[in-house]
């Protein structure tokens, strides 16, 4: 094995032809940056560092602008929330009796794109803001813009409700 | 062998990101799973140039669409934000305009004159049908068809209060109640709609 070559000759490589970095080596390296007359040949062993590097460097940058465009492109972060409301058998007949029942609050605070699904177990139609609901029946509906609603809700001891659909940011 | 590989993963990266997001092609307004039928309901028609007496039965005709709000005159808010979301949204559809149609239920007859609602609902559209019944039971059996709903309290100063169910409810021309659009949908909400609607529906 050799420790030291000339650079102007075949690069130091070792018994199994694997290259092998020298002092001498690195020392040659930085002398050629000022004279690319005297460069030395470049060892396979550099080429795949070389490759390895580029190659990272490449995807790492198509990550990034893929990233980049599908947060230009994504939907705001926040989720869509759906909320459910199930009306249970007896409801109607609880109101009724003055029983105090609170299934749907009175101001309901959603965000655009947020979905109410009204599910009615009930024996008599239930309203809930926007939605009748007849029994047995299952409703969604999804607030697209930004507003205050103002609505009766059967399933609120006041008999109305307001919704409020904030912007999703 | 790793060109082929590198175009690859590009192409998996960016797949998802050109399909995501918007899922177009679905209403804003809600239908049911059992359609409410309202073919067999009706009320007097006392649009200027009907027929004395006549009376109108809730289905379009062929090939339209009828579009059916309840309200009143005196509305300050819903009502006429609702029908002038209409009209905006049918100058969006241009020529295909031509194929919806509305029909508006007072539920304030004691104060909607015949003459009052035309002239009222005449602002929003150049055609149209305003219904309106003195019998109040009459009027509750049509809201009941489309599971529509309004409450009027005189208050103890005079004013009144006029509660009322605010859909905006298209039927077809079996009398089909196809798409319920709540108050909120907007013009842009209702233009959507009413465009997938004619879609389905043959000219």
């Known amino acids: 094995m050799t420790a030291v070559h000339d650079p102007d000759t075949t690069p130091a490589v070792s018994p199994a032809g694997v290259p092998e970095p020298s002092v001498t080596e690195t020392a040659s390296t930085t002398e050629m940056a000022s004279t690319t007359a005297s460069r030395p040949p470049r060892s396979p062993y550099r080429r795949l560092v070389v490759f390895g590097v580029s190659f990272g460097s490449l995807v790492l940058a198509v990550l990034a602008v893929v990233v980049a465009l599908r947060l230009a492109d994504s939907e705001p972060t926040t989720e869509p929330t759906q909320h459910v409301y199930v009306i249970d058998w007896g409801t109607a007949r609880q109101i009724e009796l003055g029983q105090h029942y609170f299934l749907v609050p009175g101001v309901l605070r959603v965000t655009e794109g947020d979905e109410l699904v009204v599910e009615n177990n009930d024996e008599t139609p239930h309203v809930i803001g926007p939605i009748t609901v007849r029994p047995g029946e299952r409703i969604s509906y999804t607030f697209t813009s930004v507003g205050y609603l103002q609505g009766a809700c059967t399933v609120h001891p006041e008999d109305e409700m307001v919704i409020i659909v904030e912007p999703r940011t | ?203």
């Not at chain 2, 004691?110 to 003459?115: G, Y």
């Not at chain 2, 009027?139 to 005079?158: M, Y």
């Not at chain 2, 009322?164 to 109640?177: Q, R």
């Open chain 2, 1 to 203: 062998v790793a060109k082929k590989w590198f175009l690859a993963l590009v192409v998996a990266l960016l797949a998802p990101a050109a399909c995501g997001g918007d899922d177009g092609g679905s209403y804003v307004g809600f239908r049911r799973p059992d359609a409410l039928v309202v073919s067999g309901a009706s009320l007097p028609d006392v649009t200027t140039g009907a027929p004395e007496g006549s009376r109108f039965s809730f289905r379009a005709e062929p090939g339209h669409l009828l579009m059916v709000y309840f309200g009143f005159t005196n509305c300050p808010d819903l009502c006429p934000t609702t029908l002038a979301e209409l009209r905006a949204a049918k100058r969006r559809l241009g020529d295909a305009a031509e194929r919806v149609d509305l029909a508006v239920v007072t539920v304030d007859p004691a104060r909607d004159t015949a003459e009052i609602l035309n002239q009222y609902v005449g602002s929003f559209s150049e055609e149209y049908r305003v219904l309106r019944t003195d019998d109040v039971d009459e009027l509750r059996a049509v809201e009941g068809a489309f599971l529509a709903s309004s409450t009027i309290v005189t208050n103890p100063d005079g004013t009144v209060e006029v509660a009322h169910t605010a859909n905006l409810y298209a039927v077809d021309d079996a009398g089909t109640v196809v798409l319920e659009i709540p108050f909120g949908a907007g013009t842009d909400g209702i233009t959507n709609d009413l465009e997938l609607l004619l879609e389905e529906i043959p000219a």
